[in-house]
């Protein structure tokens, strides 16, 4: 249900930007900010406690010595890399990227690839949501508050570029795992934490 709400999510923010004209970056920050007000108006900002056993321990499970929530992360870069490098949506994100007219004039359905854009992302959110859910053995109405600003540096620091058209999923992977071997190997360091998030910012 979680991950079916999410996905509806962005087709709404698929929706805004190609029927609705709205600029990208407004569109998904005013529906990042109205989800979280319904997450926070459903839970009353409480945790939700009580969840199964088995949902739990999924997240600390193992499969051949690899734990499941790696094995996962695995999947979804292995997915995302044959989609951007072997599909002909994938060709059509950085054509559209690069120049939207030059592809609508291609032949391509901007319509189609931009809500598939946002449906995909949206999806990949959820699976995230409900896994980080199990790992922490709650609901927690504030979980991932921050992480988009994470993921932003991650695929930027990756090669990732904000005007379009330039990026990869590899890219994007060893910027994540910059950005968390900072902020991890600080706590473990024992870095101040408002020291922390200076050097992350720089």
């Given at each position: 249900a979680a991950v079916a709400l999410a996905t509806l999510v962005g087709v709404f923010n698929g929706v805004m930007v190609f029927d609705g004209k709205v600029p990208p970056f407004i569109a998904t920050l005013g529906c990042m900010t109205a989800v979280?007000?319904?997450?926070?108006?459903i839970t009353n900002a409480r945790m939700i406690s009580g969840l199964p056993k088995e949902f739990v321990t999924f997240a600390k499970s193992t499969f051949l010595g690899v734990p499941m929530l790696g094995l996962v992360w695995l999947v979804v870069i292995l997915a995302s890399f044959v989609i951007l490098r072997y599909t002909t949506f994938g060709r059509n994100i950085f054509a559209?990227?690069?120049?939207?007219?030059?592809?609508?004039?291609?032949?391509?359905?901007i319509r189609m690839t931009t809500y598939g854009v946002?449906?995909?992302?949206?999806?990949?959110?959820?699976?995230?949501?409900?896994?980080m859910t199990a790992r922490l053995g709650n609901g927690v109405?504030?979980?991932?508050?921050?992480?988009?600003?994470?993921a932003i540096a991650a695929a930027v620091i990756g090669g990732a570029s904000l005007m379009g058209a330039e990026g990869s999923v590899i890219g994007t992977v060893l910027g994540s795992l910059i950005m968390a071997t900072l902020r991890n190997g600080g706590n473990l360091l024992g870095v101040n934490s408002f020291v922390l998030e200076i050097i992350i910012g720089l």
């Open positions: 979280r007000g319904v997450i926070m108006l559209l990227g690069s120049n939207p007219e030059a592809a609508r004039l291609s032949g391509i359905n946002y449906i995909y992302c949206a999806f990949l959110c959820a699976v995230a949501g409900v896994l109405p504030t979980g991932g508050i921050g992480y988009e600003t994470d």
